[in-house]
């Protein structure tokens, strides 16, 4: 064992097996480890304690519309891309109880939910959710009013990055600057080369979890091969996305032909929201029990490709899919930028690989800019 | 604008926690449309609360669930916390069936005001249309409450018929104050003395000086969209015509997603926005 911790921006080594250490001194810690394993043929993002629990030895096959899991031929801890699943579903779960109210005599009571937080350390978070996160920082975090749920399970937070090595058909990470390198946010990163995980030191609570890993400074040659893999990967990207102007390009073609285009192939299935790592729309619903002597007030997920999204008096403002599917995407390339000063699109590829039919944002914003083929 | 908090709640817990608050007095306005006084039940709360015009507060049954609602009484009397309902979907439908001192949850208030401070020492034309009229009242009262403030104000209210008209008893009282009370209507009945018409063709009459005018208005998009137009046509700036919008809202803080407008969050940065802000998305169908 090291007598001392590296220190913060150290590369350091260890070997593969030693990640088991970290996940003991994160449970240690007091953390609820959250990372990719395998559940009903994909790669999601679940509760897990031990190496066993990764996908080792799988990666994923993406592309439009397509995703399947298929064995590799040497056993990668993290050989897989992105799955269905984003940190979203912990830092800002699908429902969530607000607060719950109790009839009484003079009218009702209010309850706010004190359940305490839970506090998790999330296993191989790629640099497009890091980025992803970030996103969501600015907008529950860095805004005038901040939502307490979020920011208190987000500052506990404990983060191990992975670099990508093999970017997927429907990456384009390069395109929005989100990756495939971790460059900040994380508290560890690891970049899985054969035989060893190159770690670099995020923080000093990252260094700590190191203690018992048995690690060693990183050597030149071990440097220079992550600095390669990374390279390599960068010129690998499945596709790609022309960001230039993209504000104004989509406000100023707001009655685009193409919007009519996609709404004849896109079946406003919510899939690509719900896939999307930086989504943040939510509704606020009532539940009640039987008696009608207690109500909860829950926040569930929503989509503006739901009908009941623009929902006003007399009706729903946007009745045609062509309407949502802008919405989303001019909000998601456009408005995000500014509202919060970034894009709401990060380069993941979630929302190519789980449409139904594959439409492909990135061949969308091209027939709009005008290049590129078009689709009927 | 800070509130003070009256009650302790967990630093984690929601920005959504309502108030309670009763319901001191039902005031039927037109058909389907009533106006409901409401007070905090907390005194402490109740003597911090302040609104402007134009800001709107999410009101809140509980098993129903919750409605954007605008203030429509004076802001500078917060403690007679007026709102004036037209009995719509569940949530309205569900305040409906509410009797005196029955209670709701409020919270708020919310959302941009009308410029009554920038429009200071300039002529105003308040062009309200049906329950759109409800959010333009507090500027009403506020402009009536410093007069001498404020040149040549002139209000144009419109309603579908006659018995759809908001505040009928009070016109007297605004002409009193030295305001321009002009009444339109779409259909007109038998009893009906007054114009016919949609509330954009009081314009034709007016002849605003554009370089100290200010509009306000509120109403149906499509009036709204033709105010607008004749504003514009009598070269009043994109920046002094103020339209108060409406969108579907769950959260009034920014975070469900619900009433963007563009770059817009209508519960933020709007309801009230200067023409010039919506511009590009104003004709933009379903948008």
Redesign the interface.
Known sequence: MQPTLPATGAQVVISKPALQTIFDALRAAGYTLVGPTVRENAIVYEEISQLADLPIGWTDEQGPGTYRLKKREEDRYFGYVVGPHSWKRYLYPSRLKLFSTRKSDGGFEIEPDTTPPPKYAFIGVRGCELAAIAVQDRIFIDGPIQEPTYKARRESAFLLAVNCTEPGNTCFCVSMKTGPKCNSGFDLALTELDDVFLMEVGSPLGAHMLVNADWRPAGAFELSHARRALAEAEAKMGRSLDTRDLPELLYENLDHPRWEAVAQRCLSCTNCTLVCPTCFCADVQDVSDLTGDTAERVRVWDSCFNPDFSYVYGGNLRPAIRARYRQWLSHKLGSWIDQFGVSGCVGCGRCITWCPVGIDLTEEVAAIRGEGETKP | MTLAQPIL??????????Q?A?ITRTQPESPGVFTYTVEF?DPGYRAAYRFRPGQFNML?L?????VAISISSDSEEPDQLLHTI?I??NVTQAIARLKPR????VRGPYGSSWPVERARGRDLIIVGGGIGLAPLRPAIYYVMRHRADYGKVTVLVGARAPADLLYPSEYDEWRKQNLDVIVTVDRADEAWKGRVGVVPMLFYSLRPDPKRTTIFTCGPEIMMRFVVYEALARRIPKDHIYVSL???M??A??????C?Y??T?LC?EGPVLTYAQVE??FS????
């Open positions: 709640y967990p630093s984690f817990a929601s920005p959504m926690l309502p309670v009763a039940r809140y509980p098993g129903i669930g919750e037209r719509a979907g029955s209670v709701l949850g409406e969108r579907n769950k959260c803080i920014g975070f469900c997603g619900h963007q563009g770059p969050f933020k590009p998305f933009v169908e379903e948008f």
